[in-house]
């Protein structure tokens, strides 16, 4: 959930270290997920990451000939097994879904005891994974809104019968 326009900033600045550290974390955080199938970091990280997982998924059925595509899974796995795993777990499990290979979960807002500041995090997986699936936020029906909506739906109801009789 993107707020407002970047202008002129193609990406989201995760660290202030500069583009290679940048590059460095969203590598470890894919490599992390194609091993884990599930991680847990802060939502902005999760969310750039889900980009270049969902990629990443789509230039690996090329096939492993595939000069783009070995350049790509060179560039982003660190070692053969990771890539083994693209091929021979994930794109089998992906291979009648057209698009959206991850789940993107975000969690309730922490405030962090050393300094003070509200960090948003998020859960990102790849669909189809081994683990116990994450809880689904269920429908609240106490909030105001779904009273008022409840209250304004019996009214119209209530109306509507005084109409027909």
Partial sequence: MVRGIAHGRPFRKLTNEGHWKRLDILKTLVNGL???????????????????????????????????????????????????????????????????FTRLAVMPREKRADNNNIHRYAVLELKGNPLPPLPTREKNPNTLQNVLLEAARKDWDRQSAEKNN
């Fill in 34 to 100: 194609i091993r884990h199938e599930r991680i847990e970091t802060t939502f902005a990280k999760a969310h750039e990451t889900q980009k270049y997982m969902e990629r990443l998924i789509k230039v690996a059925r090329y096939g492993e000939r595939d000069d783009y595509c070995k350049d790509m899974l060179d560039f982003w796995t660190e070692d053969a097994d990771t890539k083994k795993k693209v091929y021979d777990v994930l794109l089998p499990r992906f291979d009648g879904h057209a698009a959206s």
